[in-house]
């Protein structure tokens, strides 16, 4: 999960077909995806079938093992926790499947975890997707486009390019502790005590960052009602705009399938 080191972006430059289609073609891929594994069945096979589309995609457009490694950061720990949490204490708990030393692990609680464990994966993979293969520029030029408000689509596209500076950061501030003798990479114990000095300076430094933004955003007229223009051209067509509604459409008769059932 290597950001563009030249940008600080989480931006991985591909040339694929993924990075070529517009960034809100990407969103609506998202929406579909949440809304067609939270509202349609609740099949296991319903979901590992989601679960298989979004990794055939993902390698399709050469993302697949930086997708893998940002989802096991990510659903690794959950799975540490829920697996158990579950099995033990779900409150629809009835059919014992496994006892050892008095511990109780129930079917139902273990297959809700994994139901709600892969449903969650098969979003995390389609917003890894979008992340990973669209550049911050193009989301708040295609929002730009769209919405007609600067102020609106620098507040959705930001967050992709302050994710890859607050990491950045984060770094930083971890190697300056450790050059003052702080153990920042101890076990799960030292580095919640290791917590405190790393949140001051990112918090500090973050504010200070926003501040230093608005400056810029201000010198270089950003809320001027002039026509811009952009150094950035999207790729549009007929066929994505198509598709675009033709999946919000979908997620649409979804949602209202499962308001319905």
Not at 3 to 23: E, G, M, V, Y
Not at 93 to 113: C, D, P, S
Request: proline share 4%; hydrophobic share 50%.
């Amino acid at each position: 999960m290597a950001p563009n080191k030249t940008t600080a972006t989480l931006f991985i430059d591909k040339d694929s077909w993924l990075q070529r289609l517009h960034p809100l073609t990407k969103l609506s891929y998202i929406l579909l995806t949440g809304v067609a594994a939270y509202g349609g069945p609740s099949s296991l096979l319903y979901i590992c079938l989601l679960l298989f589309c979004n990794a055939v995609i993902t390698a399709s457009g050469g993302l697949l093992k930086d997708t893998a490694k940002a989802l096991l950061r990510v659903i690794l720990p959950l799975l540490l926790f829920m697996i158990p949490i579950h099995s033990f204490l779900f409150p629809g708990n009835r059919t014992v499947l496994l006892e050892f030393h008095g511990m109780i692990v129930y079917q139902e609680g273990l297959l809700f975890a994994i139901s709600t464990l892969t449903k969650l994966t098969v979003v995390l993979i389609a917003s890894f997707l979008f992340v990973f293969s669209t550049h911050p520029a193009d989301l708040i030029t295609a929002l730009s486009h769209t919405c007609r408000s600067p102020s609106l689509a620098y507040l959705l596209g930001s967050p992709l390019l302050l994710l890859a500076s607050m990491r950045e950061r984060i770094e930083t501030i971890q190697a300056a502790q450790r050059a003052r003798g702080l153990d920042v990479d101890g076990n799960m114990f030292r580095r919640f005590l290791s917590l405190a000095p790393l949140l001051l300076p990112l918090v500090l430094g973050a504010i200070v960052e926003v501040e230093q933004r608005s400056i810029a955003l201000e010198v270089r007229g950003f809320k001027s009602t002039s026509i811009k223009t952009s150094l950035r051209k999207l790729s549009d067509s007929a066929l994505q705009r198509f598709c675009r509604w033709l999946m919000l459409a979908i997620a649409a008769v979804v949602l209202l399938l499962h308001g319905l059932g």
